[in-house]
């Protein structure tokens, strides 16, 4: 095989092009990859030390915009302070990670 390519400048090409195809496909392949890593890294490190007690502050934009201003005790929503979005809830650090995992999976099924 070797010989061959020392020979043919067609061989050589062919198999550079393979190559750089094959990097390309790897290199996508590992980019597609990428949010779903670092979702599970972000949920890991909350995980990790999440708070018991805390106040989560939300500022949606898009379609009007709202803010959510919410305490939040052993993953339940205890108070709200504001809440000036029509279609949701004040939720917890939790919600926004499942949320997150599901539209990944929507995205992964629409490239199918």
Same mark, same amino acid.
């Given at each position: 095989? =070797?010989?061959?390519?020392?020979?043919?400048? +067609?061989?050589?090409?062919?198999? +550079?092009?393979?190559?750089?195809? =094959? &990097? @390309?496909?790897?290199?996508?392949?590992?980019?597609?990859?990428?949010?779903?890593?670092?979702?599970?890294?972000?949920?890991?490190?909350? @995980?990790?030390?999440?708070?018991?007690?805390?106040?989560?502050?939300?500022?949606?934009? +898009?379609? +009007?915009?709202? &803010?959510?201003?919410?305490?939040?005790?052993?993953?339940?929503?205890?108070?709200?302070?504001?809440?000036?979005?029509?279609?949701?809830?004040?939720? &917890?650090?939790?919600?926004?990670?499942?949320?997150?995992?599901?539209? @990944?999976?929507?995205?992964?099924?629409?490239?199918?």
């Amino acid at each position: 095989m =070797l010989d061959l390519l020392q020979t043919n400048r +067609g061989a050589q090409i062919a198999m +550079g092009a393979a190559l750089l195809l =094959l &990097t @390309l496909v790897g290199a996508a392949a590992w980019q597609l990859g990428a949010p779903r890593r670092e979702l599970a890294l972000s949920r890991a490190r909350w @995980l990790a030390a999440p708070a018991e007690h805390y106040r989560m502050i939300v500022e949606m934009k +898009g379609w +009007g915009g709202c &803010t959510q201003d919410a305490e939040v005790r052993r993953e339940r929503v205890v108070a709200i302070a504001t809440n000036t979005c029509r279609y949701y809830s004040p939720r &917890t650090v939790s919600a926004p990670f499942s949320e997150a995992e599901r539209f @990944l999976k929507l995205m992964h099924y629409q490239r199918l």
